[in-house]
């Protein structure tokens, strides 16, 4: 009766590789692309970046195209204002136009400049897009492991109820103690109490979820996840974020920026021009005048201006020298750090599914065998029943932080690791 018992209980409890079938009807699954394609749509991070990177692209024309030119109006009274143009030669109405034309090159560099920056906001938006991706992923596979907890905790619960079960049962016939009825007691609440906790991580998860997609969509439920491969090695990974990392490409691309702003504000000593011309028309027998005028701004102040512009353009290319190295840093050091905690979780989990949780399903066929006849004491099974469920939350553990880390790699280097599938 007891073994019935115990070995239907076991049942209910299955294994980590298997699926958790419930009574209850299940809720829609919820895949990871639907979030994705919610999250480019939705998020206000991205939006922003975006719009930022679409107003960049707008700043190379306006700069790099000359000041509008102005129509001069004139009328030229003797006498008094607006006299009639027969009272004196002197007296004319003009019409005429002037230009201001920037010294050659001018212009071009400040276009350039322009350019360059808007090439850094698109790296910065493809960075901004990886990210918060990444963020999602990252979410994602919370949600994915609490609801997984929930799932392992749950059935272990009622394991262990049904253990309390044979427990007292025995007590009652005098074939056990009671101290086996108060620890499986004890394990019964703790998980209860473990499960509201859960449930509360779960609820902040998806609270998580829905910030980052700016949007009240209903969850459901995440959908099975499974272990991807490392695609690269840490070489490969390190010369991908040096040469593609949207992140470093963006910083380098204002280094190339604040480079031609020096070149821009060395041109600022050369003096820019001003044309003009103007037809002035007088009375009837008296000759038109006609009038061209050129003008040239003269530098005169280039120790307080110029030669300040360019210290300045030199200090900010310089900062921006510095970033770069500070972001390369940044991104290596990120690089290693999660391509060394993906591989660590990769031994963990080869050792979970060859040994650890193998293992301890047969220590625990074992426990129940000598619990029958009386070799092995109820404590003995009970802890044997717990270390299975803890080798099984850990599993799903080290299987989440894998596959974090790819995602939280996916920024670095500027490429999809991770496959999203169904």
Same mark, same amino acid.
């Given at each position: 009766?007891?073994?019935?018992? /115990? ?7 299955? *294994?980590?590789?298997?699926?958790t ?24 991070? /991205?939006?922003?970046?975006?719009f ?11 700069? %790099? ?28 109405? %003009?019409? !005429?136009?002037?230009?201001? /034309? ?37 979410? @994602? ?11 392992? *905790? ?7 109820d ?35 906790l ?9 609270? $998580? ?10 969850? !459901?439920?995440?959908? +099975? /996840?499974?272990?991807t ?17 949207? $992140? ?15 070149? $821009? ?19 009837? %027998? ?6 061209? *005028? ?35 840093? +940044?991104?290596?050091?990120?690089a290693? +750090? ?32 000598? @619990?029958?006849? %009386?070799?092995? +004491? ?22 989440t ?18 496959s999203?599938?169904?």
């Open positions: 009766m007891y073994r019935l018992a /115990i070995v239907v209980a076991i049942c209910l409890m299955g *294994t980590v590789l298997a699926g079938v419930f009574a209850q009807e299940q809720p829609r699954v919820t895949l990871l692309q639907e979030l994705t394609a919610e999250l480019e749509k939705n998020n206000p991070e /991205i939006r922003g970046a975006r930022r990177f679409e107003a960049a692209t707008k700043r190379p024309s306006q700069v %790099g195209t000359l000041p509008e030119p102005k129509l001069t109006l004139a009328n030229v009274g003797v006498g008094q204002p607006f006299s009639r143009l027969h009272v004196s030669e002197f007296a004319y109405r %003009g019409i !005429g136009f002037a230009q201001e /034309i920037p010294f050659p090159g001018k212009l071009g560099l400040a276009a350039e400049e322009a350019e360059r920056e808007a090439d850094s906001e698109r790296q910065n938006y493809r960075s901004i897009v990886l990210e918060k991706t990444s963020q999602l992923k990252t979410a @994602y596979y919370d949600w994915y492991f609490v609801t997984k907890s929930i799932e392992i *905790t749950t059935k272990n619960r009622d394991l262990l049904r253990l309390e079960q044979i427990a007292r049962a025995r007590y009652a016939v005098g074939k056990g103690i009671q101290p086996d009825v108060l620890k499986a007691q004890v394990e019964v609440s703790g998980l209860a109490q473990q499960l509201e859960l449930e509360q991580k779960k609820l902040i998860t998806e609270a $998580r979820i829905r910030s980052l997609l700016n949007s009240e969509v209903p969850l !459901g439920r995440p959908s +099975d /996840i499974r272990q491969a490392m695609p690269l090695q840490l070489d490969s990974i390190l010369q991908i974020v040096e040469n593609r990392s949207p $992140r470093l490409q963006s910083e380098q691309a204002m280094v190339q920026s604040r480079a031609v702003a020096i070149d $821009r504000a060395r041109r600022e000593y050369r003096p820019d021009f001003n044309v003009a011309f103007q037809w002035q028309h007088t009375a009837s %027998g008296f000759p038109d005048y006609y009038m061209a *005028t050129a003008e040239i701004k003269l530098p005169v102040y280039f120790g307080r201006k110029q030669r300040l512009g360019v210290e300045e353009a030199q200090a900010r290319f310089q900062e921006a020298r510095e970033n770069y190295q500070a972001a390369r840093q +940044d991104l290596v050091f990120a290693k +750090d999660k391509y060394f905690t993906a591989m660590t979780s990769e031994k963990l989990l080869a050792l979970f599914q060859s040994g650890i949780i193998p293992q301890s399903s047969t220590a625990l066929e074992s426990a129940l065998s000598g @619990y029958e006849v %009386g070799n092995v +004491d109820f404590l003995t099974l009970l802890n044997n029943a717990i270390t299975l469920l803890n080798y099984e939350m850990q599993y799903y553990q080290e299987l932080k894998h596959e974090q880390a790819l995602a939280a790699l996916e920024p670095l280097v500027g490429v999809e690791l991770i999203i599938r169904p």
